[in-house]
DNA sequence: GCAAAAGTGTTAATCTTACACCCATGC
DNA sequence: GCATGGGTGTAAGATTAACACTTTTGC
């Protein structure tokens, strides 16, 4: 069910219907971010909804009566990716009268990382693709302005928090790693300059493992100290200070 | 009306009894911060839910079927400060389940910067009282942690984004802004690198203008240029980089 | 004249940027 | 042996941090 759906379960109506005097839809939309290709993607859905024929949509879902906001948008990535181990953040929460055409609906937006190549992922199934952030001119609703909202929050996050390395396998080369930063950002990095300051940051652990099967001298492979990851999303359990 | 209370009106729900399947309530809750005697303060009211007896709130109400998150977060200013050209901007949303002890309440958390010793500012009637940052121990609701989510957001912006001069009059010392941003921060600044970073940013006017009533030599007044006046608050009109 | 804050520069330390060569591997 | 990226250091420039004395005013 996504945000397209606005049907609730007639179950779902009767436990809340001491609270009918409130009359505005909640959903959560996700911009699920993922890498590949040295390129910067998005999992979009085309969206079934007459007003929006041709465009895609973001992910996202009318929150549960049952359910915090946080636990909906893990609810709506584990049911659209199959993972249930991802980064997931909120950015902003979106409320225009006009942004949905079948009602009123206030959406909150997380941004999330995956790493698209992980092998529990099935996205080929349903209406689901991934789509080079670069190339998306248009989407549904008002989800250009989110998605544009959570990559600008993404980039904000990049230097100071060990977060992109949900977009990566769990081994990665420094090369990999760059080339991710410079997708992100937007802008080519300098490898010597770049090496410096990850190390100074002190992330990552370097395995004794070397890159294979590149034409050409291969890395060696590196990954994320396990202190820094899955790094906590709600402000229950805010984001590390790093 | 406040997020204390939780009717609406007739007509209201009238108006859109159509969306009926929908059946949390949104509220907005605004952080509003004023600066007075070297201390950073906040707003608050007297809770009147038995569950909260002798607690305070935030400011907070329904958010209206016809107006959006900004509008509302406007309205709730306006209603209980009577300003209308002050900072806001949008924080964070908090939806457990348990946040509201009458229902499934999700609240839209935004922060707001106004003068204090505005003339405007009429607070002594109600039972609005300004309360220091510092003391606050508990507050009504998860209200704590809207707070301390927002003073961490306006711990961010502050050095990068010329927003604190909301919380000044029109004209004001370097001294009394050099307080400001140390009863923001919680430090102490050298007074030769504060002039030397703020000169650099150049946001500020020096008026010809002198201190008067203070018991020493008194400090040239300055004004912020007006192109950093009045920052905006929403995504559809992004806050300003500078 | 004393208390209080205004106003103002220099130096050292740190961080950031720009930049070039040899090395290991696949083909 | 050639193409490709791996791996590494240094010097110049920019930013930040530490620090003290003279001046102006109110009382």
Redesign the interface.
């Known amino acids: 069910m996504t945000e397209n759906d606005?049907?609730?379960k007639t179950a779902e109506?009767e436990k809340?219907?001491?609270?009918?005097?409130?009359?505005?839809?909640?959903s959560v939309d996700c911009v699920i971010f993922g890498y590949d290709d040295k390129d910067l993607k998005v999992l979009l859905i085309k969206s079934d909804l007459e007003e929006f024929e041709g465009l895609y949509s973001l992910l996202g879902d009318l929150?549960r009566?049952?359910?915090?906001?946080d636990t909906a948008s893990y609810r709506i990535l584990k049911e659209r990716t199959g993972l249930d181990d991802v980064y997931l953040e909120?950015v902003?929460?979106?409320?225009?009268?006009d942004r949905h055409p079948s009602?009123?609906?206030?959406t909150?937006a997380y941004y999330s990382l995956v790493d698209i190549k992980n092998h529990r992922l099935r996205v080929d199934s349903n209406e689901l693709h991934w789509h080079s952030i670069q190339t998306i001119k248009n989407l549904a609703f008002d989800h250009k302005?989110i998605l544009d909202?959570c990559s600008a929050r993404l980039q904000e996050q990049v230097m100071d928090y060990p977060v992109i390395f949900n977009l990566l396998p769990e081994k990665f080369s420094l090369r990999e790693l760059q080339e991710l930063y410079e997708a992100i950002l937007g802008l080519e990095l300098d490898r010597r300059n770049f090496r410096k300051k990850i190390a100074l940051k002190d992330w990552l652990i370097d395995t004794e493992e070397m890159e294979e099967n590149v034409p050409h001298r291969p890395g060696k492979l590196h990954k994320l100290k396990s202190e820094y990851k899955k790094i906590a999303v709600s402000?229950?359990g805010v984001l590390n200070p790093v």
Do not use: A, M
């Open positions: 606005l049907r609730l109506i809340i219907s001491h609270l009918d005097y409130f009359n505005i839809g909640i929150v009566p049952d359910e915090d906001l909120q902003h929460s979106f409320g225009s009268l009602g009123r609906v206030i909150v302005l909202t402000k229950q």
